[in-house]
């Protein structure tokens, strides 16, 4: 199991170098595969709040933590016009939820030869992914190699919970058997996945103390990779501050998931 992790948006420098820091001390303790995660820019708000410090600065601090740590890294990309410039630096493109139908948004990921994680819309069945995983497979420069094959580890899937009316999200596990189905891995979004959307006035709420349960669940069904959102102080957040998982939390979190892994795979 490889882990996605970071601060939800890049704040500053300091934060993500610590954060950066600590998780791979943490990863190379445990022997897990660790993708540092953060976003440049959180384009999908509820309101006109903070989000973060944008591409150009955003890519130079991600490069800085690629260059000191030797991780990958993953981050999200809005529009098509970014996926070129962000895998520069990134390893791995990221398509929000949000936009997970949007055609040029895929292709342009898909063209960069880069791994695409394209993240379940909250709207979307699992059997819908089916749809962006055609629009990256006729896209991507693998799909002219011998056989016509991309490498199986050029899209990952990603779930991350579904609308359940106003305001609640739920994790259908089944969700997760059935994409496996499609030849691809497939993530767990544990973080995002606990968000409250809209519950509070112009801001997103969250329960992050039901994370380590839905970890567990969803580690129990089955999973290639896990995604969390991590942050020093989350209540000082400036997004997601209600269900990122606070650092020092984060290192038992992944050990008991690791004997949860061990003993469903005997």
């Not at 993500?16 to 953060?38: G, P």
């Not at 890294?73 to 493109?93: G, K, R």
């Not at 990603?158 to 994790?171: A, C, D, H, M, W």
């Not at 990779?225 to 209540?235: D, M, Q, R």
Request: net charge negative; proline share 5%; glycine share 6%.
């Amino acid at each position: 199991m490889f882990l996605i992790a970071g601060p939800c948006a890049i704040e500053s420098r300091d934060i993500v170098m610590h954060t950066a820091q600590s998780l791979k001390q943490i990863c190379d303790r445990l022997d897990i595969q660790l993708y540092f995660k953060s976003s440049y820019d959180k384009a999908n708000r509820t309101s006109m709040s903070e989000r973060g410090v944008g591409m150009e600065k955003g890519l130079e601090i991600l490069q800085e933590v690629k260059s000191t740590f030797h991780l990958p890294i993953l981050t999200d990309v809005h529009e098509s016009w970014q996926c070129a410039p962000v895998a520069q630096v990134a390893d791995v493109l990221q398509i929000p939820a949000f936009l997970s139908r949007q055609t040029d948004l895929l292709v342009a990921a898909a063209q960069t030869g880069k791994i695409v994680n394209v993240k379940k819309g909250q709207f979307m069945a699992p059997w819908d992914m089916r749809g962006a995983i055609a629009k990256i497979e006729a896209n991507h420069p693998l799909a002219s190699a011998p056989d016509s094959l991309i490498d199986s580890k050029s899209i990952w899937l990603t779930e991350r919970g579904s609308s359940f009316g106003y305001g609640n999200l739920i994790v259908d596990m089944t969700s997760l058997v059935k994409m496996r189905e499609y030849g691809y891995p497939v993530v767990f979004d544990a973080t995002h996945s606990v968000q409250q959307p809209s519950s509070q006035v112009g801001v997103t709420g969250g329960n992050r103390e039901m994370v380590p349960h839905l970890i567990r669940a969803a580690v129990a069904v089955g999973i290639d990779g896990l995604f969390l959102e991590v942050h020093p102080e989350p209540e000082k957040a400036i997004s997601d501050a209600a269900n990122q998982v606070r650092l020092s939390h984060v290192e038992t979190i992944l050990q008991q998931a690791l004997a949860i892994e061990r003993t469903v795979k005997h």
